[in-house]
């Protein structure tokens, strides 16, 4: 649970939202009913509900997108359902929805919703006492919708930045060993919910370490460069590349078994062979490979292919061992 929360920034916004909200509501709705307000108790029961509801679904699901959206509905719905029924008492809480609704959706959606409900309750008018009243109000929620909005906007424009940090090589520019692990985690939960088919494969330079020490690492860097891009240039867009450390590269591959695996690397080796060259020639890489099985870890899974990689590697290199077989080429 904390892996997830702390690998998936917008589940753990909703959580956190959801659980404040609930904690926060449900004592109010014990109080309408004690007091006789039977329906606004019941109103803010519900919303309480929904809200749980929205949070399961994204835990369940990883669809942040539509339970975000659900929760602004529900929140905006609601509210505004509260200051028609309650008047003006009910007004502060917009001021918590109209701030929450630009950090659970995006700022143009939140936007959206923001201009309808405060148009909705100009409209209607019950909610003011007075016509200074309902100006002063949509002066005031309009400003912190606006600070929202600008706050929102640095805060996703950080979070972008440190995690492109966080997660990109910054000498390829492909994904990271920390982003990789995070994938690898998403493959295997999709595994346990649909038993959909992944295969993974570790790239090993072959004697890279001679290349650094007659050329220099400049030479080096150069090679590295040029295997990523042949590499990402060789797979589909689902695949995903990852530089493991060193001159070692893991590459995702969904949909793939072990057949899939074998032509995988199989075409690789042939391309990587005929159009990668160093300094002093052709460039060739071992590799080593692992289809997920079932009720597997993912440490475990990157050790299985790590061990095929090092029997290809102790097998002459330039070769491909899939799931503890060496690979033939194949068509």
Known sequence: MLY????????????????CTVLLILPFAVYRFLIGATIVGVLDTTMALCICAAVVYAWRSGDTRR????????NTVGTAAVAALLGAAGLF?????????FFLVSRGVASIFTALSLLALA??????????????????????????????????????????????????????????????????????????????????????????????????DRVLIAFADLIRKSTRKVDRLFRFGG??????????????????TANLRNKIATELRGPTGPV??????????????????????????????GSGRNCAVVDGVEASDVP
């Open 4 to 19: 997830r929360m702390r690998a998936d920034f917008q589940l753990t916004i909703l959580t956190l939202f959801g659980a």
């Open 67 to 74: 339970s975000g959206l659900f929760l602004v509905v529900i």
């Open 93 to 101: 809480w917009m001021y918590t929805t109209l701030l929450a609704n």
């Open 123 to 220: 409209l209607y008018g019950k909610p003011f006492e007075t016509a200074p009243q309902m100006i002063s109000f949509l002066i005031t929620a309009s400003l912190v919708s606006l600070f929202a909005f600008i706050f929102a906007a640095r805060t996703e424009s950080q979070r972008l930045q440190l995690e492109t940090l966080a997660t990109r090589d910054p000498l390829t520019g492909i994904d990271n060993r920390r982003a990789m692990e995070k994938e690898l985690q998403i493959a295997v939960e999709t595994h346990k919910r649909s038993q959909a088919v992944f295969g993974l494969v570790m790239l090993d330079l072959d004697h890279f370490k001679r290349v650094n020490d007659q050329f220099g690492h400049d030479a080096g």
């Open 247 to 264: 001159e070692e590269f893991v590459l995702l591959l969904p949909g793939a078994d072990v057949v899939g695996l074998q032509r995988v």
């Open 284 to 313: 060739t890489c071992s590799q080593g490979a692992a289809v997920l099985s079932p009720g597997e870890d993912w440490p475990s899974w990157l050790a299985r292919t790590d061990a095929a990689l090092y029997r290809a590697k």
